[in-house]
């Protein structure tokens, strides 16, 4: 099998692996059964996927080079899983992988955070810890890439105020195909590899540390309860995921809102808290304890777990648009959570400072809203709270829409996010599955 799916751009040394899981679908497979996807323009036509979608064929023929040959001789290098045929990432097949959801309640901030975090991640990584973090499938990235620009370079003027869209119940990062006869929409991971860089000073370690990154996003009322069914099962991720991350605005509830007014010796000047400023600040009509509840009960069931059962997969609670409520955190520092130590010759985690961070915001949260805090820990093995923000700074109030609403605008050149790579690098270290080394307790002194 090995020859048939290698290239020339893959390291001789890495071995496929013998099976995989479609990030669309979770179908386990072996190797040897992976579908590929026709080239000629001429082979249009798939059973599952529809007219428009080229066709997906399991090869028998193969040109020199190892490249699989379609039914008009055209050498083809896509993948696709053998039972929903749809494209699976090509590293995938030779690195360890690594899922992770993001969840949350509608407006709860998941396209900026989602954007601002890769954003960061694809700076941080080459720098400060000598790995490549980068697109394992550009066409399956399209649309946060364009997050990506909009939210931080703004297309051609970054001064010119901006707002991404919020994620649709339906679209491009879903996808419809037949499983067991039946027309399903499937949620469409974002894939990313990390690999090491030349520099990078563990070279004999280069295969342990390469990962795919398969993320999901999510429109938020797909956690509502009853959106999950046979036919849609776009949030099915979270059962088979190794970390979640769940995202709760503090803006939403109106006990923090209360606390900001009480805290705050002078006027607020956020719509998303001070709602005289004006403003069209979307909120979700659910209870974000509610959300949560319903995530737990998805995971549970898909699962088999009991209901007094835990769940082992780690969960990160990410409190969102920290600038907006920062002096309740009462933090006394918030300093990056990596330095270089003595015994290592690049960048280590720092666990302890973020597991310090938590504790003080797991107090706050039991003073403002204890039964959120029960409902995540009475279910979940390892809760850990990190805050953030995607655009480290308050929104701007535009002009009124069509419509008469004046909607909630960032201007790029600054947006300054906080901690956004945190909930990453923290849900692989609680996963076990590291790509960056850790601090010692010592060394994290």
Aim: hydrophobic share 35%; glycine share 4%.
């Amino acid at each position: 099998m090995s020859s048939t799916i290698s290239s020339s751009n893959t390291p001789s040394r890495m071995k496929i692996k013998p099976q995989i899981s479609c990030p669309h679908c979770w179908h386990q497979f072996p190797t040897d059964q992976i579908l590929f996807i026709s080239e000629s323009p001429d082979l249009l036509g798939d059973l599952k996927l529809g007219d428009v979608e080229q066709l997906r064929f399991l090869p028998y023929r193969f040109d020199l080079g190892g490249a699989a040959l379609d039914a008009h001789g055209i050498a083809c290098h896509k993948l696709a899983c053998p039972n929903c045929h749809l494209q699976v990432p090509r590293p995938l097949l030779y690195t360890p992988s690594f899922f992770i959801s993001i969840a949350g309640a509608p407006a709860s901030g998941k396209s900026y955070f989602f954007a601002s975090m890769i954003w960061k991640l694809r700076k941080i990584m080459p720098r400060d810890f000598y790995m490549n973090f980068t697109d394992a499938d550009p066409t399956m990235n399209k649309r946060i890439r364009e997050y990506e620009t909009k939210q931080f370079t703004g297309n051609d003027d970054p001064n010119k105020p901006v707002a991404i869209e919020k994620t649709d119940i339906q679209g491009d990062i879903y996808s419809n195909t037949l499983i067991d006869g039946h027309l399903t929409l499937l949620a469409q991971p974002f894939s990313f590899t990390i690999s090491p860089l030349p520099t990078y000073p563990f070279r004999n370690k280069a295969e342990l540390v390469s990962q795919t990154v398969c993320m999901y996003d999510n429109a938020g009322e797909s956690f509502l309860p009853g959106a999950d069914h046979a036919t849609q099962p776009v949030t099915r991720h979270l059962a088979a995921s190794d970390a979640i991350l769940f995202l709760f605005d503090p803006t939403q509830d109106l006990r923090f809102k209360n606390a900001c007014k009480q805290e705050y010796k002078q006027p607020i000047n956020d719509p998303q808290i001070n709602s005289s400023l004006g403003g069209n600040v979307r909120r979700s009509d659910t209870n974000q304890s509610t959300v949560l509840t319903e995530m737990i009960a998805r995971i549970k069931a898909h699962t088999h777990l009991a209901y007094n059962e835990k769940i082992k997969v780690p969960l990160i609670i990410v409190l969102t648009k920290l600038d907006a409520w920062f002096q309740l955190a009462k933090f006394p520092h918030y300093k990056k959570p990596w330095k270089q130590a003595k015994n290592i010759p690049i960048n280590g985690y720092n666990i302890s400072r973020v597991e310090d961070y938590s504790l003080i915001l797991r107090r706050l949260l039991l003073d403002l809203i204890p039964d959120f805090v029960g409902i995540a820990e009475s279910s979940v093995e390892k809760v850990t709270y990190i805050a953030v923000s995607a655009t480290g700074s308050a929104p701007e109030v535009g002009e009124p829409d069509k419509d008469g609403k004046r909607p909630l605008l960032y201007r790029p050149a600054n947006i300054k996010p906080i901690w956004v790579e945190v909930p990453f690098f923290h849900a692989q270290t609680m996963a076990g599955k590291y790509c960056v080394p850790l601090l010692s307790k010592k060394a994290d002194k």
